[in-house]
């Protein structure tokens, strides 16, 4: 069962700040977010492991809350590269492993 | 280290046809999904091999098959296209599994 992505859709001035939240209705073992701009391939942003964990790049940083199942990625201070559809890919443990289930996306508009 | 790298990019195919497309992974990474990008229906998982064995199947029919080989290259399999399976595939590569560098995708359009 696929995680629910939300927002499906943002849009932003530069410099504004976007959550895009990421939940699932099955025990996680690990959530990974990938931004993919039109016409290429996603991008592998971060996985996060461990219950709690925080994770951050520049000014995209995420959490993943082990015990409710979700997680949250946070852009600050928007950049026009920022704009992208975000997809947030869940893992889980044992022979699954290799198994990512991905959200529907998020599509992110930054305007200048 | 070369990212993934998937071939052809593009491909015309009619009804009816089969198509093989073909994906060769990062350098020492074990496990290859596949996944079908179409623009109503996002991401969905194919399958995934590792170490030359398939490990994980999604809900796609016989038509879709795919295989491993021995230096970790994958290869995916779709016999008697149908309209519905133009879509961009991806190929994804990882060491373990748990997360994964995309290549390029190859578009497939059945006409």
């Known amino acids: 069962q696929q995680p629910v992505q939300s927002p499906q859709a943002v849009i932003l001035r530069e410099g504004e700040d976007a959550v895009i939240n990421c939940s699932s209705s099955?025990?996680?073992?690990?959530v990974h977010w990938y931004r993919q701009k039109h016409g290429e391939a996603p991008v592998f942003l971060m996985i996060?492991?461990?219950?709690?964990e925080q994770k951050g790049h520049e000014k995209i940083s995420a959490s993943f809350n082990e015990k409710k199942q979700q997680s949250s990625l946070y852009l600050t201070a928007s950049q026009l590269s920022y704009s992208g559809t975000y997809f947030c890919?869940?893992?889980?443990?044992?022979?699954?492993?290799?198994?990512?289930?991905f959200g529907d996306g998020t599509t992110l508009t930054v305007k200048p | 280290k070369a990212g993934v790298t998937q071939t052809p990019r593009y491909l015309i195919k009619t009804r009816g046809q089969q198509v093989t497309l073909s994906c060769s992974p990062i350098?020492?990474?074990?496990?290859v999904s596949w996944y079908q990008q179409t623009p109503g229906q996002g991401l969905q998982f194919l399958f995934e091999?590792?170490?030359?064995?398939?490990?994980n199947k999604g809900n796609f029919p016989g038509r879709f098959s795919g295989r491993q080989f021995s230096n970790s290259r994958s290869e995916m399999n779709v016999s008697t296209l149908e309209l519905g399976d133009s879509a961009l595939y991806l190929c994804?590569?990882?060491?373990?599994?748990?997360?994964?560098?995309f290549g390029p995708g190859t578009r497939l359009t059945v006409l």
């Open positions: 091999y590792f170490s030359e064995t398939q490990r």
């Open positions: 996060l492991l461990k219950g709690g």
């Open positions: 994804a590569s990882s060491f373990e599994g748990q997360w994964a560098f």
């Open positions: 890919g869940t893992g889980v443990r044992g022979t699954n492993a290799g198994k990512s289930t």
């Open positions: 099955k025990a996680l073992y690990s």
């Open positions: 350098s020492g990474h074990r496990s």
